[in-house]
Structures are given as structure tokens and as C-alpha cells.
């Protein structure tokens, strides 16, 4: 994925099983990497999980939002889980890398100079 500065590129709350899922996969026996090529900082959008939210079982998804949408996961659970699962911002350098299994996350808008690549 590549997100160029100053564009935008934000991303929705989701799971990446709840699409593994509607595309077939039924059991979670999987999981993401996510490498950073770029500095993944708050200023350029990095990533952002609800810690321990994997432990809630694959949430439904939705199309989201008003003109272009993003298939997201239903947005009352995510706002359930923001009440007890603890936000966190991903902040990487080039070359590491964060695994998750099908945790909450999101990626937030670029309003930097710094492009966001991983």
C-alpha cells in the first residue's frame, strides 16, 4: 500500500479477517504483516490498533462513509471496543514490521510532507 503526502489515504476501522472471511476463509488461521519502507509516525498516518480487540471474534463489516466508501467493520462495536480496548499509535521505522491476527486497526490521514509506504 502506498500512501502519497499530503493526499489524504485514510483508512476505515476493520479487521483484516473480516474480509478474509467474506471471501471464503472461515477460520482465523491467519494473520498480517505490515513492513514499514517509510517512517510511520503519527504525522504521516501510521497505523493504529485497539489492543486486545482480536479478542472479540470477527466483526461485521459495512460499507462506510458518504460518496467513495470503505468497507469497514461495524462501527457501534468499534466504538464499543474504543470504551475498554486501549488505542495505540504504530509508530515504525523503515524495515520493521508489527504481526497481528485479526485485531481492530486503522490507518489515519497523511497531513505531512512524508509519504507512507508498507
Known amino acids: 500500500m502506498m ?11 476493520h479487521q483484516d479477517y473480516g474480509y478474509w ?3 471464503g476463509c472461515l477460520y482465523p488461521d491467519m494473520g498480517s504483516v505490515f513492513i514499514a519502507l ?8 501510521c ?10 471474534g470477527r466483526l461485521n463489516t459495512a460499507l462506510i462513509g458518504t460518496g ?10 468499534v466504538e464499543q471496543a474504543r470504551k475498554v ?6 509508530e515504525l521505522a523503515p ?12 490507518s489515519g490521514p ?7 509506504r508498507f
Open 3 to 13: 500512501k502519497e503526502a499530503r493526499t489524504g489515504g485514510q483508512h476505515v476501522w
Open 47 to 56: 497505523l493504529q490498533v485497539l489492543a486486545g480487540s482480536h479478542k472479540m
Open 21 to 23: 472471511y467474506e471471501n
Open 68 to 77: 467513495v466508501t470503505q468497507r469497514g467493520a461495524d462501527l457501534e462495536r
Open 38 to 45: 517509510d517512517p510511520c509516525i503519527k504525522e504521516n498516518g
Open 85 to 90: 480496548c486501549r488505542h495505540f499509535f504504530v
Open 95 to 106: 524495515g520493521d514490521a508489527v504481526h497481528s491476527d485479526p485485531e481492530g486497526w486503522l
Open 110 to 116: 497523511i497531513r505531512s510532507h512524508l509519504w507512507n
